[in-house]
């Protein structure tokens, strides 16, 4: 998500996540984005390319209703595209495009060309845990981001704000620029799972071999029997998880 949250690290990442209801931590004023996923009809990319990205440009540049367009290129979604608008609030929404021809282009100028639109979902950032200030406003400079989602146990769920709480500290403890951050599924998504997701946001794929010090950095303030707790605990958290990686598209998006 553009202007969203970068996630650190392998070992970070493999404990990143989306999570099941909105947290205490999360509030009205934090953040909001709208996500929906796209499956291209791969027959007919050039022209949808086209009129998504005249689309987005014309109805989404800017403000509140700005749109940013990502590949997934890794986990079970690949070859689709994620369409992201925000940061806004829900009473934008009631502002949002939709006269001026804005439905009647969707409609006719890019639906022919995709083969289903699904998942849309409402995502609310974490300003607390989240470690986004240091992002750039220019999403071209942080490209690729690594979704964590997670599929949250009902049975240990208040568990996760000391869980995320105890990730946020370590992040932000480390050296370096670690931008990282953590939104919330607002709505019910049945069998789906994605409650939490976690995002993280790399300049190249070379960053993804770099050590974050993770481990190391919990450690300068717990011992080893509370990284092994840390682990278990993580694991009693989650039902299932799952990983993709985005990378931004400038060409579609309506920067």
């Keep these: 998500m553009k202007k969203c949250i970068p996630i650190v690290c392998s070992l970070l990442l493999s404990l990143g996540a989306l999570q099941l209801a909105p947290a205490q931590e999360a509030t009205d004023k934090d953040p909001m984005w709208e996500t929906i996923i796209l499956?291209?009809?791969n027959t007919k990319l050039k022209i949808l390319g086209e009129n998504l990205r005249k689309h987005n440009q014309k109805y989404h540049q800017g403000g509140p209703y700005d749109a940013s367009v990502y590949n997934i290129v890794s986990g079970p979604d690949t070859g689709?595209?994620?369409?992201?608008?925000?940061?806004?609030?829900?009473?934008?929404?009631?502002?949002?495009?939709?006269?001026?021809?804005?439905?009647?282009?969707?409609r006719d100028n890019v639906m022919p060309y995709l083969k289903k639109v699904e998942q849309g979902e409402y995502w609310r950032g974490d300003g607390k845990l989240s470690n986004t200030s240091m992002l750039p406003q220019n999403p071209a400079e942080y490209p690729i981001l690594f979704t964590r989602y997670w599929e949250i146990?009902?049975?240990?769920?208040?568990?996760?704000?000391?869980?995320?709480?105890?990730?946020?500290?370590?992040?932000?403890?480390?050296?370096?620029?670690?931008?990282?951050?953590?939104y919330y599924n607002l709505f019910r998504?049945?069998?789906?799972?994605?409650?939490?997701?976690?995002?993280g946001f790399y300049k190249n794929w070379t960053d993804f071999d770099r050590d974050p010090q993770f481990k190391a950095t919990f450690l300068k303030s717990h011992d080893e029997d509370a990284w092994d707790s840390f682990i278990r605990?993580?694991?009693?958290?989650?039902?299932?998880?799952?990983?993709?990686?985005?990378?931004?598209?400038?060409?579609?998006?309506g920067d």
């Design 39 to 41: 499956s291209p009809d």
């Design 80 to 106: 689709k595209m994620v369409w992201i608008m925000g940061p806004l609030q829900f009473p934008q929404l009631d502002n949002r495009p939709s006269a001026g021809g804005h439905d009647e282009d969707w």
């Design 153 to 182: 146990n009902i049975a240990h769920q208040h568990q996760v704000e000391a869980r995320l709480k105890l990730i946020s500290e370590t992040v932000k403890a480390m050296e370096g620029v670690n931008p990282w951050g953590v």
């Design 189 to 199: 998504q049945g069998k789906l799972g994605r409650h939490i997701a976690t995002v």
């Design 233 to 253: 605990d993580t694991d009693l958290l989650l039902d299932d998880s799952w990983d993709e990686i985005w990378e931004y598209n400038k060409n579609l998006s």
